[in-house]
């Protein structure tokens, strides 16, 4: 165990190094910044950055110098920062990747989430990709958007996207993520709002599976809405569809047969397909194999999904307890948020805010993959239990600094669990969230 959560922070501390042999690409201005001796060179600033918690940007500085006589300023720590390039902590985040993917596989598959999640950040007008101006009394608001593929076996992130809210759209954001991976056999497990021919082809192109939540039979509109459906509650129903842009009188009459060809609409994305289409030139069609399945989920409600996987070793009880399994990144995206801190930040400015919320997904990955090998002893009670996670995400910044050493850091995490209970469940309260002023953050 000691060996396991040491090699953890030896991939941590190889991938900060890497970054740094090559720190003149990452610098605004390769070899006039970093290039000269301070009290925040490169590794400095990486390192600073990448194991800050909620407190102040004062209180932060005291905790990494030791509460030396010596220590840099806020000011010169912002300047410092400044000198990065906007690819310094994402590089680092793949880097990680790299280093530590173990695959862990369910037959013979890599089980992926994709999923989005809204950041709020402080209100600044001078970014129009994520500034809101106030309507009907609504004060302004500002909002970056997360895309993230999510291993669900690992329980750490395998990519991610920031932008702005209003540039955000996350199909397109995980048809990047899919098209940039160079991994295999791969099944993505996605929500409704990735429900597209687009995507789906993406991810038949990369030779992986897919797994997506759509509208239901009921809806007027969505994917299901266009075919003749078995007429019963719960159905697992194949379709070989031929997807095309033409619209000439012989593909017209194709289109009558509605459950083998559809026609893309001009206003729709579709990569596969030309955009024009000459009257003199054949119809060209994108073949696209896939199963619609409705399964029953509580004795009143029912869901709907689309995927390429095999009917016989994926029937409709697999699909469901897989689709299940998706609720995992959400549950991580809360951890992010409210326990690896992301909704504190130690900037206005959105460029050190992409900064801080990737090395936040690279300390989660360190916390998830340290967790992970520690184990908790099962004692003769009602539930099971799990490490607490706030408690470690607080021992593996502590250890990343060198604070705490491995057995402690597994003595630690031991101490801290949480019992686990499964079925809960509570209804969401959305409430009005404020900004939290620099001076009143957490100690």
Partial sequence: MKHMVSSVKQKLDESVSQLCAVSWMFSKKPGVYFSRERKLPFRKMVSTI?????????????????CSAEIASSSAFVQQRG?????????????FINNTDRPKLYKGLRIFAADGSDIQIPTNPNHPDSFFPGVNGQVPYSLLHLDAMYDLLQNTYMDAIL???RKANERNSLCQ???RSTLRDVLVIADRGYEGYNLMAHIQEKKWNFLIRIQDISSSSGIAAGFDLPNAEEFDFSVDLSLTTKQSNEVKTLLKIKNQYKCIASDKTFDYLPKKNRKHQPAVFYNLPFRIVRFKITDDAYETVVTN?????????????????RWGIETSFRELKYTVGLLHFHAKKVEYIYQEIFARLTMYNFTELITSHVIIQK????????ANFSVAVHVCRQFFLGNVSPPDVEALIRRHVSPIR???SRPRKM???????FIYRIA
């Fill in 50 to 66: 990448l194991s800050m918690e909620g407190g102040c940007l004062a209180t932060e500085m005291l905790k990494h110098f030791g």
């Fill in 83 to 95: 000198k990065l390039s906007e690819e310094t902590f994402p590089m680092l985040f793949r880097l």
């Fill in 163 to 165: 932008l702005g809210q």
């Fill in 177 to 179: 993520m899919v098209d």
């Fill in 309 to 325: 996987l095999d009917k016989y070793k994926f029937p409709a009880e697999e699909l469901k307890k897989l689709y299940n399994m």
């Fill in 379 to 386: 004692a003769d009670t009602k539930y099971a239990y799990k």
């Fill in 422 to 424: 499964p079925g809960r």
């Fill in 431 to 437: 409430t009005v969230k404020h900004a939290v002023s």
